[in-house]
């Protein structure tokens, strides 16, 4: 197994040196923002989430064993913290709610689709599609939601995604299954609706 990049300031962390946390945050925070962001859909909460994330994460350090990657504990802190905000947030409008068009911080893959130099129907297409997976990710349960966020936009593993989740490998790749399915017959009924709207 590869080292873990940040295992030599956590060490240094649990031995009672507090300086060696900020490289941890300078390594790990564009990741974690950009899940909270692609989680919560507003950045003033995603900006929030991640400084929660990053003082539990120090306060709890010395819980921190070894047995996966630093970053998979700390995605847990982040994916615990997001969910709790998600249902505290309930529906609410966001006022400042990012796009799936904004791209990652950290250059994770995102659900845009490729631009083969279009002409204004394929635009105002890509446009509507676009609304449409937006809108219907924010339709999807939380957990759904979480599965699809940290294996389609942060391209993470079946097993990675477990670990976080507190989950089996299994259950992921089901989950993952049943997400997509959803995604795709929300963005089916709103394309259908919004294109016999328009005839």
């Not at 490729?114 to 002409?119: K, L």
């Not at 394929?122 to 966020?149: C, N, P, Q």
């Not at 079946?158 to 670990?163: L, M, R």
């Not at 009924?189 to 328009?198: C, I, K, P, Q």
Request: glycine content about 6%; charged content about 30%; aromatic content about 6%.
């Amino acid at each position: 197994m590869e080292e873990d990049p940040d295992i030599e300031w956590v060490r240094a962390c649990q031995a009672g040196d507090a300086d060696a946390f900020q490289p941890i945050v300078l390594r790990n925070q564009k990741r974690i923002y950009n899940l909270a962001l692609r989680m919560l859909r507003d950045p003033a909460e995603a900006e929030d989430l991640t400084q929660e994330a990053f003082v539990a994460a120090f306060e709890q350090i010395g819980s921190f064993r070894g047995e996966s990657a630093f970053s998979t504990w700390l995605y847990r802190i982040a994916v615990r913290r997001a969910l709790n905000r998600m249902r505290d947030m309930g529906r609410r409008p966001l006022a400042h709610a990012s796009s799936l068009d904004d791209p990652p911080v950290d250059g994770a893959p995102s659900l845009d689709l490729p631009d083969p130099s279009p002409g204004p129907d394929v635009v105002h297409e890509r446009r509507e599609t676009r609304a449409a997976l937006e809108r219907g990710l924010l339709e999807l349960s939380a957990d759904f939601r979480m599965v699809l966020i940290l294996r389609e936009m942060q391209g993470l593993s079946y097993d990675e995604i477990a670990e976080i989740v507190g989950v089996e490998a299994g259950t992921v790749k089901s989950r993952l299954h049943r997400a997509r399915l959803a995604l795709a017959e929300r963005c089916r009924s709103a394309l259908g609706e919004g294109r016999n709207a328009v005839r």
